[in-house]
């Protein structure tokens, strides 16, 4: 839904114009339910390591970039050192460790989802082409990674950089200091348990991951359209296609698709960061 909507103000015939409510009669009309869940194995397959990567990266970072900082000593249970300290952590220091963190995460991530991004985007744009159930397999994926080379793969990675790090910024930084005002609310033990570390990191991801997406939606408007390189797009930096969308669509075209980035990112923010916390909590336990 996301990357159609991106593409609703393009030149491809097949998508220009089309709110939330016609992308998904396209949707349906053109691919059944099916076509909702276009792109949905390579998603699964490879969004489990990078993930991976991605969380344990930043809990990397975090604890070498704050490890002068009492709040983050341990790396894992930096919201319950907050409490513990009584409010004597420096929040803005703390802020910037994480958003730095969050970052340099990002960084390293991005080298594999980079790809994976753009293959997911091909498959989701390809409204009911000739060449639709190829595209929705494995050997589709395949294929298309011949197609479009090492560099048609990484087409638009510093921009998904520009887009996906401060996004990483502001959501990493964003959920550490609601983790620690919620884990106050909850109680100052320094043994949490599974349940209330799930709940905490729970809340405290998906409304992070929603202003973070909302945030970012103009940027992430952008580098849809380059990476899937609608016809009139080809070729053309950022900026360029920013002016274009702006003069020919209004800015406020840079914020569609806002309601269908936050639907797709709050609820798997805070479902990943809430496994994450707990699973990394038991198996602290457990040693």
């Known amino acids: 839904m996301k990357a159609r909507l991106d593409l609703s103000g393009g030149s491809d015939p097949r998508v220009r114009g089309r709110g939330f409510t016609g992308v ?3 949707v349906i009309n053109t691919d059944g339910f099916r076509g909702f869940y276009r792109g949905y194995k390579l998603a699964i397959v490879t969004s489990i390591p990078i993930n991976a990567l991605y969380f344990s990266s930043f809990r990397f970072f975090q604890r070498h970039l704050s490890s002068s900082s009492a709040s983050h000593a341990d790396g894992i249970n930096g919201a319950e050192a907050i ?4 409010g004597d952590h420096d929040a803005s220091s703390g802020f910037v460790a994480d958003s730095l963190a969050g970052l340099s995460a990002e960084l390293l991530a991005a080298l594999f989802w980079t790809p994976t991004d753009v293959l997911k985007q091909r498959m989701q744009v390809d409204l009911g082409s000739t060449n639709s159930s190829h595209h929705s397999n494995f050997n589709g994926a395949l294929n298309l990674c011949k197609q479009l080379g090492i560099r048609g793969l990484y087409r638009g990675y510093i921009l998904s950089v520009f887009v996906w790090g401060p996004f990483s910024s502001l959501y990493f ?4 200091a609601l983790r620690a005002r919620l884990g106050r609310r909850e109680g100052s033990s320094s043994s949490p348990s599974p349940h209330n570390r799930f709940y905490v990191s729970l809340v405290s991801g998906v409304l992070a991951g929603a202003a973070a997406g909302a945030a970012t939606q103009p940027l992430d408007c952008v580098r849809t359209r380059m990476q899937v390189s609608a016809r009139g797009t080809e070729g053309k930096g950022a900026v360029r296609i920013v002016q274009e969308i702006v ?3 209004g800015i406020s075209a840079l914020f569609r698709g806002t309601f269908a980035r936050v639907l797709w990112l709050a609820p798997g923010c ?3 960061l809430a496994v994450f916390e707990t699973t990394s909590l038991l198996l602290k336990n457990e040693e």
Do not use: C, D
């Open 173 to 176: 930084a964003t959920y550490e």
């Open 270 to 272: 805070g479902i990943s």
């Open 83 to 86: 409490v513990k300290n009584n």
């Open 247 to 249: 003069a020919s669509e």
């Open 24 to 26: 998904i009669r396209e």
